[in-house]
């Protein structure tokens, strides 16, 4: 007996060195570039550094100076960050469903043409700002939305979309949206398809009548990991994009900070200014808002 218990615990050991040996590469990528960059970050955030001279520690003179002094934060930045994340980050991830859904009702050809159509703003969506959203909206005669705008009568002059501080955050909302499309909605999309047919049939038997209650009672209780998975990418997308308002004005800070985000925040400490310590700051506080939302989501869609 001795003997077979050494035997199964000799190759419960040499399994656990294989799955060890598996993982190794994962741990060790995500040792380097999360773990190691989030723990030097939280330190640099109790510090003063230029990026020159050795940090020198400050302790918590950062986060009051973020909370109490800097009223571009508290007045410009957060507002804007806010309203941004709980148009686009809801929004996006509810249009993200509904297109997913909508889909999956349709054949094999038109559903995959649709959904490269739909998925491919998101992988492009900086050369297509650059080059499609700066021409809509460029501030001459000779921007589409100007052009028609003056046209139709709407318009006595055209506006500069891109530079007015009333215009520029409503513009970088729609674009963010119109390229919210991402993993999640792919994540949802074979979510749906692969749901278990006899589900439905089996609720139409206990009086499901149309396909508004298959998708509340049936689609979403069974994709809740994907709708999990989609929510979480929604908020990480959401709260770390900072690069359209800078991309649309040409500009960090953005005109008048109209389109200002904590990210752009950030790189405006921290690559323009070089107050190192300070943006540190700036991205924990992020860090943190970014993992309250998760911890939300999963409890909405985890169930735990």
Same mark, same amino acid.
């Given at each position: 007996?001795?003997?077979?218990?050494?035997?199964?615990?000799?190759?419960?050991?040499?399994?656990?060195?294989?799955?060890?040996?598996?993982?190794?590469?994962?741990?060790?990528?995500?040792?380097?570039f999360i773990i190691i960059p989030i723990v030097?970050?939280?330190?640099?955030?109790?510090?003063?550094?230029?990026?020159?001279?050795?940090?020198?520690?400050?302790?918590?003179?950062?986060?009051?100076?973020?909370?109490?002094?800097?009223?571009?934060?508290?007045?410009?930045?957060?507002?804007?960050?806010?309203? @941004?994340? *709980?148009?686009?980050?809801?929004?996006?991830?509810?249009? #993200?469903?509904?297109?997913?859904?909508? &889909? !999956?009702? +349709?054949?094999?050809?038109?559903?995959?043409i649709f959904a490269i159509v739909i998925y491919?703003?998101?992988?492009?969506?900086?050369?297509?700002?650059?080059?499609?959203?700066?021409?809509?909206?460029?501030?001459?005669?000779?921007?589409?939305?100007?052009?028609?705008?003056?046209?139709?009568?709407?318009?006595?002059?055209p506006i500069i979309w891109l530079i007015n501080?009333? @215009?520029? *955050?409503?513009?970088?909302?729609?674009?963010?949206?119109? #390229?919210?499309?991402?993993?999640?909605? &792919? !994540?949802? +999309?074979?979510?749906?398809?692969?749901?278990?047919?006899?589900?439905?049939?089996?609720?139409?038997?206990?009086?499901?009548?149309?396909?508004?209650?298959?998708?509340?009672?049936?689609?979403?209780?069974?994709?809740?990991?994907?709708?999990?998975?989609?929510?979480?990418?929604?908020?990480?997308?959401?709260?770390?994009?900072?690069?359209?308002?800078?991309?649309?004005?040409?500009?960090?800070?953005?005109?008048?900070?109209?389109?200002?985000?904590?990210?752009?925040?950030?790189?405006?400490?921290?690559? +323009?200014?070089?107050?190192?310590?300070?943006?540190?700051?700036?991205?924990?506080?992020?860090?943190?808002?970014?993992?309250?939302?998760?911890?939300?989501?999963?409890?909405?869609?985890?169930?735990?």
């Amino acid at each position: 007996m001795a003997g077979r218990r050494k035997t199964k615990i000799a190759k419960r050991e040499n399994a656990n060195r294989s799955a060890y040996g598996f993982l190794a590469p994962y741990i060790i990528a995500f040792s380097v570039f999360i773990i190691i960059p989030i723990v030097i970050a939280i330190g640099l955030s109790f510090t003063s550094f230029n990026t020159i001279e050795t940090p020198k520690f400050v302790g918590f003179l950062n986060y009051i100076n973020l909370l109490t002094q800097d009223d571009v934060f508290m007045q410009k930045v957060l507002p804007n960050t806010i309203v @941004y994340a *709980l148009i686009v980050g809801p929004g996006g991830y509810v249009l #993200s469903f509904l297109l997913a859904w909508a &889909l !999956a009702q +349709l054949s094999s050809v038109p559903r995959t043409i649709f959904a490269i159509v739909i998925y491919s703003p998101s992988i492009t969506g900086l050369t297509a700002m650059t080059v499609l959203w700066r021409v809509i909206f460029a501030g001459d005669q000779l921007g589409y939305l100007n052009y028609y705008l003056m046209k139709w009568g709407i318009l006595d002059e055209p506006i500069i979309w891109l530079i007015n501080a009333n @215009y520029l *955050l409503p513009i970088m909302i729609i674009i963010a949206l119109w #390229s919210s499309m991402g993993v999640g909605f &792919l !994540a949802m +999309l074979a979510g749906i398809l692969n749901a278990d047919e006899e589900l439905y049939e089996a609720a139409a038997i206990d009086g499901v009548k149309n396909r508004f209650q298959e998708m509340i009672y049936i689609t979403i209780p069974t994709i809740k990991p994907q709708m999990l998975f989609g929510a979480v990418m929604a908020i990480v997308n959401t709260f770390s994009n900072g690069a359209i308002g800078v991309q649309l004005s040409g500009a960090n800070p953005t005109p008048n900070y109209a389109g200002q985000l904590m990210v752009n925040h950030i790189e405006d400490y921290g690559f +323009l200014r070089y107050e190192m310590g300070y943006a540190a700051a700036v991205s924990v506080v992020l860090l943190l808002i970014v993992y309250v939302f998760s911890k939300v989501a999963k409890k909405l869609f985890a169930g735990d």
